[in-house]
């Protein structure tokens, strides 16, 4: 019904930047909640940032500072600005979205399939 497809990520050197995006596609009517999350061997998968309809953003306490979550509603695009990366930021980030498939107040959760983020000198 709904696609979320990430893109931007790679290799990086600390103290180096990336910028990930993530667009949905489909059966949208509205989008509420956007958000990053991410995962990296042998840990939870933890939330990065997040952003609502209404642009109030939540951070994780380790990006706070140096990450910068926004969304482009028009596009139903999301975008994590990342910044002053370190080695702990590597892993597999994944978007998430909960969205209305139609005028109901029904919300649906979907994933994207994940991108991988490496910070490596």
């Known amino acids: 019904q709904v696609q979320l497809v990430e893109s931007g990520g790679g290799l990086v050197q600390p103290g180096g930047s990336l910028r990930l995006s993530c667009a949905a596609s489909?059966?949208?009517?509205?989008?509420?909640?956007m958000g990053w999350y991410r995962q990296s061997p042998g840990k939870e998968r933890e939330l990065v940032a997040s952003?609502?309809?209404?642009?109030?953003?939540n951070y994780g306490d380790s990006v706070k500072g140096r990450f910068t979550v926004s969304r482009d509603n028009a596009k139903n695009t999301v975008y994590l600005q990342m910044d002053s990366l370190k080695p702990e930021d590597t892993a597999v980030y994944y978007c998430?979205?909960?969205?209305?498939?139609?005028?109901?107040?029904?919300?649906?959760?979907?994933w994207g399939q994940g991108t991988q983020v490496t910070v490596s000198s």
């Open positions: 998430n979205a909960a969205v209305r498939t139609t005028p109901s107040n029904v919300l649906y959760s979907f």
């Open positions: 489909g059966r949208i009517f509205s989008i509420n909640f």
């Open positions: 952003i609502t309809s209404g642009d109030s953003t």
